[in-house]
């Protein structure tokens, strides 16, 4: 079991910057792909991002690209998405999610079900 803590989500203005962060915990060993995905208000699950744990196939939604940057230290076992020039529309319950798998393959990597284990989210909210 891989268990995910989310922090760093907030209330900020329209084009302002947050910073959230994913804190592992667990059987760490074996991770393939390092995940954000969002939630909005009465819309599905959608994906924001994913890189490897190790390697650099690294996936964006074209809604954030540009503006948002996934990184991690592996050390720490922490995994960050660096978010700028915030939207209303980025308003969502942020999740952190984890795969045993590695995926370099964008169709597979942009899937929810590819992904094991899951945080409980941490709210962005962003006004306008």
């Known amino acids: 079991q891989v268990q995910l803590a989310e922090s760093g989500g907030g209330l900020v203005q329209a084009g302002d910057s947050l910073r959230l962060s994913c804190q592992l915990s667990g059987r760490t060993l074996g991770i393939g792909n390092l995940a954000w995905f969002r939630r909005a208000p009465g819309k599905e699950r959608e994906f924001v991002t994913s890189i490897p744990r190790n390697g650099d196939c690294t996936y964006y939604a074209d809604s954030v690209k540009g503006r948002f940057t996934i990184s991690k230290d592996n050390a720490k076992n922490t995994v960050f998405l660096q978010m700028s020039s915030l939207k209303p529309e980025d308003t969502a319950v942020y999740y952190c999610?984890?795969?045993?798998?590695?995926?370099?393959?964008?169709?597979?990597?942009?899937?929810?079900?590819?992904?094991?284990?899951w945080g409980q989210g941490t709210q962005v909210t962003v006004s306008s």
């Open positions: 999610a984890v795969s045993r798998t590695v995926y370099c393959d964008g169709h597979l990597a942009l899937r929810d079900q590819s992904y094991a284990y």
